[in-house]
């Protein structure tokens, strides 16, 4: 079915690129200032914690829920109404003079997580075939450096200990652009989903995602041998198993099981998750150890929130903007299993030297420019390699259980950092031991190499079966009357119908 006429196609990937950089940045914004808002709001590091574990669970459940609505109910209304919701918590952010409130706030913020898998769903449904591939890894590479950008705007916003709600008005001035752009720029298209939506699964899966991943946020808080933190994990796993049979066994599931199962698949969503995990590794391990002062623990450069943004971290958020734009090329060119393959090669580099050299400043700039290269390639390949895997009604739900492995890596890495920072301390203080950051750093490292290596277990080679070249052939023909020509994107000659499949 052919989108009504209105916008222009040109107006898309930067449209989806800037709402996809609205969720970047609200990920990171609130990271670098918790100290701060818990002082300016009088509340102890637990409560102020809940800050960032209620947009990771609001994120967590959330997300596949909308993702399955966008691909049932068209992906432009699921997506103005979450930019709806996102604005909406911003504001409430932005007026908060309490932490419940403020807590509210960061779960509504927490929809946005939704905001990326239903921008790869809307250009797979707009962009013809051979500009998919480029345009999905530019939209990808901007979650790597928007990340970067989020703590730069912060160490900017709120240096010196200022105001905090300073944050919430600019995510709710660039969460309001966002929507007024959407609204012109994203085509009214006739739903073409079939199926009903899964509600017992997805109450099932937000169920199981939560109690997963709350000791994952507040182990450190209760303690990792705790009683709470072991039987919410361990409920966790059974009520997952028990969703995953339930799914098995319906028409019509929430996540059909074989985007969790086949072999490239699998590999997709675990590769996803060592690649967040690296990710917040570089950004709170670099952040904290630049501020630390050398004169007290021997190590670090005694920078503040501002110089920790704009000096050590923007460089790294620069090379991220270029290696996106760059991404759509590469992947044309090598294929998207030798760019994560390649890229993971860049990120073991990067903690590498990190580990080995960070007593000057140029060292550790060049580690997390080279990290972050890494992060942009990566998120860029990792669309592509799950498209071509998909049916284009499971465009949205596939990329959503995507981006919840990236989230619990991303978690699992905030709790590690958190604490190796408390438990490895210099004799007599609290402060973190030098140890405990090369231990985070190897650890992302692994990660790194994890990336690189797990493609080689479940996406081994390309075949492109005559019925594949056939439909896609026929998709193309129709996109390009239908658009006329849509330039600028460095497109790609790699189209949806092309698998990636086992050897």
């Known amino acids: ?66 993702g399955r609505l966008a691909d049932l109910r068209g ?59 480029g345009a999905m890894g530019i939209l990808s590479g901007t979650l790597g450096f928007g990340g970067c950008f989020g703590i730069v705007l912060t160490g900017v916003l709120v240096a010196d200990g200022a105001d905090f709600h300073r944050i919430f008005w600019l995510s709710s001035a660039i969460t309001l652009a966002g929507l007024v752009l959407a609204w012109f720029a994203i085509p009214r298209r006739a739903r073409t989903g079939s199926g009903s939506m899964d509600w017992i699964g997805a109450v099932g899966l937000a169920a199981g995602l939560v109690l997963v991943l709350l000791p994952l946020s507040e182990g450190s808080t209760w303690g990792w041998g705790s009683p709470a933190t072991i039987i919410s994990g361990a409920a966790g796993l059974l009520v997952l198993t028990g969703w995953f049979l339930y799914e098995r066994r319906i028409a019509h599931p929430l996540v059909a099981p074989r985007l969790l199962t ?141 981006s919840i492995a990236r989230s619990v890596g991303s978690a699992f890495a905030s709790a590690l950092i958190a604490t190796l920072l408390a438990e490895i301390t210099l004799s007599g203080t609290d402060l973190a031991a030098e140890s405990a950051y090369l231990i985070a750093f190897v650890t992302g490292a692994v990660a790194a190499a994890l990336a690189g290596l797990l493609p080689f277990f479940g996406i081994t080679r390309v075949i492109r079966t005559p019925s594949d070249a056939e439909e896609d052939e026929i998709h193309a023909t129709a996109l390009a009357a239908e658009w006329g020509t849509v330039g600028g994107l460095g497109g790609a000659n790699t189209s949806p119908g092309e698998r990636q499949r086992t050897s």
Not at 288 to 294: A, G
Not at 308 to 323: D, E, I, K, M
């Open 262 to 402: 086949d072999p490239p698949v699998l590999v997709t969503h675990l590769s996803a998750l060592v690649v967040g995990m690296s990710m917040f590794v570089m950004f709170l391990g670099s952040s904290y150890f630049v501020q630390t002062s050398r004169s007290v623990a021997g190590y670090g450069f005694g920078a503040t929130v501002l110089e920790a943004s704009t000096v050590y971290l923007l460089p790294g958020a620069v090379s991220g903007v270029l290696a996106s734009i760059l991404s759509g090329t590469m992947i044309r060119h090598v294929g998207a299993r030798v760019v994560l393959i390649g890229a993971s090669v860049v990120g073991v580099a990067g903690f590498i030297l990190f580990i080995v050299a960070h007593d000057h400043t140029w060292q550790v700039i060049t580690a997390i420019l080279l990290i972050n290269t890494y992060i942009s390639l990566a998120y860029a390949a990792l669309p592509s390699l799950l498209v071509a895997e998909v049916r284009q009604d499971e465009t949205g739900v596939a990329n959503s259980i995507n």
């Open 75 to 133: 992906t432009r209304p699921v997506l103005l109404g979450v930019l709806v919701i996102v604005l909406l918590g911003s504001l409430l952010g932005a007026v908060a003079t309490s932490i419940g409130v403020l807590i509210v706030a960061r779960v509504l913020q927490g929809v946005s997580f939704a905001l990326f898998p239903i921008g790869i769903a809307v250009l797979r449904d707009e962009l013809p075939p051979e500009k998919l591939t």
């Open 1 to 66: 079915m052919s989108a009504e006429p209105g916008p222009t196609p040109r107006m898309l990937l930067p449209v989806m690129c800037f709402i996809v950089m609205i969720l970047a940045v609200l990920q990171t914004l609130v990271v670098p200032i918790v100290g701060t808002i818990g002082a300016q709001l009088e509340v102890g590091p637990t409560a102020v914690g809940w800050l960032l574990t209620a947009n990771l669970l609001a994120a967590a459940t959330a997300t596949p829920l909308l």
